[in-house]
C-alpha cells in the first residue's frame, strides 16, 4: 500500500505508528481529515515521499486494484 493524498493522519497513524514523527516534525495534526486539505501541495509532495519512504512503500510496491 501506497500513503495517499486522501487519507488522513490518523489513518496512516494507525497503520504505521512510526510515521508520527514525521506529522510531529511538520507541526501536522493527527486527525481524521485527509493531508490534501491540511498541508499546502508543495509540502504534500515532500511529506509523502517521506512518509512512504519510512513506511517502505512506493508506486513501484503497489499493484493496480490491491
Not at 497513524?13 to 486539505?37: G, H, M, R
Amino acid at each position: 500500500m501506497v500513503i495517499q493524498a486522501n487519507m488522513s493522519p490518523k489513518e496512516i497513524v494507525d497503520v504505521w505508528e512510526n510515521t508520527a514523527v514525521v506529522f510531529t516534525k511538520y507541526n501536522i495534526p493527527i486527525v481524521n481529515q485527509s493531508l490534501e486539505k491540511l498541508v499546502n501541495n508543495d509540502l504534500l509532495i515532500f511529506l509523502l515521499q517521506e512518509l512512504n519512504s519510512i513506511v517502505g512503500s512506493s508506486i513501484a510496491t503497489c499493484i493496480e486494484g490491491g
